[in-house]
């Protein structure tokens, strides 16, 4: 177990890459670590992420009572006592408002299609909790019905909660939900999302046991159990079966994928549909989309 000095100084180091990553924008975000059996070690109220000192952090009991600390805890916090009251593996919480992973909680869009195999085998799949109010018991209250079975979700009009058994753990899964929506966004664009089958889904879910990766629930993938499965018992993720049939159609329109392949004077490989772009083209695409999505 850390020391309590050095949580506090990973607090800090986590919330600077936060902030630089624009995770986080002027006092967004909030951070907590377990502190022992029954405290815990929170960012405060108002102040900016990536400005933060190890002085400034509260240290409060598990309903929330402020033990120690000159500020007063995270406006937040009722959502993190709810996740260390749900899950008692959990020992970090990480909340931002990532931009892109964002774009899809205000789209209403969840990041739960078998797409990237590293994804599906560390966070399954990762939903969008119903809007709530921030700062009020609404968001505990739409988080506690995804928390059990998922270490990241999406909360709808919002922003991005994950949760791990250290602080980096915590806080690397939310660079994994920002990373994952910046390339479904760019599959998306380029007009289709090739699914990873569901065979293949369950032999990822094996790999878990293989590579010791601690998830709260198991994947479903089959749609007919899926449908029915409860959110709490389950990763529930969009896998065709038989062998990467794609489960949706293509969402380019002919007239996008022409400007597509005018703006960077490349064409069709092959009449199918792909186009071929550069790395630094993608990232001009990247970086569009994420102007569009401020
Ligand atoms: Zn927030």
Redesign the pocket.
């Known amino acids: 177990m850390s020391t309590e000095s050095q949580l506090r100084a990973d607090i800090v180091e986590v919330g600077r890459r936060m902030y630089a990553r624009g995770y986080t924008a002027s006092n967004?975000?909030?951070i907590s670590v377990r502190l022992g059996s029954a405290r815990l070690l929170m960012t405060p109220k108002s102040v900016c992420k990536g400005f933060m000192t190890p002085d400034m952090m509260c240290i409060t009991d598990l309903d929330g009572r402020k033990l120690q600390g000159d500020r007063d805890p995270s406006s937040?916090m009722l959502m993190h006592l709810e996740v260390y009251r749900q899950r008692p593996d959990v020992a970090a919480v990480v909340?931002?408002?990532p931009p892109t992973a964002t774009g899809f909680a205000v789209a209403g869009i969840p990041l739960d299609r078998a797409v990237l195999a590293e994804v599906i085998a560390t966070l399954g799949s990762i939903p969008i909790a119903e809007y709530a109010t921030?700062s009020t018991q609404e968001l505990p209250d739409a988080v506690r019905k995804y928390i059990k079975a998922h270490d990241g979700m999406l909360?709808a009009n919002?922003?991005a909660l994950t949760v791990g058994a250290d602080l980096f753990g915590a806080y690397y899964k939310m660079e994994t939900v920002e990373h994952f929506a910046k390339i479904s966004l760019v599959a998306r664009m380029l007009g289709r999302e090739n699914l990873i089958a569901r065979e293949e889904v369950l032999r990822l879910q094996e790999l878990r046991g293989t590579y010791g990766i601690n998830a709260p629930a198991p994947i479903c993938a089959d749609e007919t159990t899926a449908a029915a499965v409860d959110p709490a018992s389950c990763q529930v993720v969009q896998a065709p079966a038989g062998g990467g049939a794609r489960l949706v159609p293509d969402v380019l329109p002919p007239s996008r994928a022409a400007e597509i392949s005018a703006r960077f004077g490349v064409a069709s490989a092959d009449g199918d549909g792909e186009i071929r772009l550069t790395y630094r083209e993608l990232s001009e695409l990247i970086e569009d989309a994420i102007r569009n999505l401020r």
């Open positions: 967004d975000g909030n937040e909340h931002a408002h921030p909360l919002h922003g």
